[in-house]
């Protein structure tokens, strides 16, 4: 229960400092902006998880830009949310924990929020 109680803690601090675990910094290799500073605090982004830089991030951007409807086109026909791991406002969304900020918090912290709460319930 102590290891349940302190992981809920530090997924809520992680959430509301905008960490995360993403090597979405990534994109400022390829698509570098002129005033653009590094946002890395630890760690360094790795071009080896491009699944998650290149597909999943910007799927999930994607749905919270088309409030996470079924029918998403950038995703592919319809359907095809529900059967990829992204928020969708749908009653399957209720059994994926890791998207339930994606309902109540800010567009920079739900895009976070699906970090910390699946390295977190491993433990």
Request: net charge neutral.
């Amino acid at each position: 229960m102590v290891i349940c109680n302190i992981s809920l803690l530090l997924a809520i601090i992680m959430v509301a400092g905008k960490f995360h675990r993403s090597s979405i910094e990534m994109w400022n290799n390829y698509l570098p902006e002129a005033d653009s500073k590094s946002s890395v605090i630890f760690g360094v982004p790795l071009s080896i998880r491009s699944d998650e830089w290149i597909v999943q991030t910007p799927w999930i951007l994607s749905q919270f830009s088309n409030q996470r409807t079924v029918d998403n086109e950038n995703l592919g026909p319809f359907g095809t949310s529900l059967l990829t791991a992204v928020p969708v406002n749908h009653i399957s969304g209720l059994g994926q924990p890791k998207f339930w900020g994606a309902y109540f918090l800010d567009d920079e912290r739900r895009s976070r929020g699906f970090g910390p709460t699946r390295s977190l319930a491993c433990i």
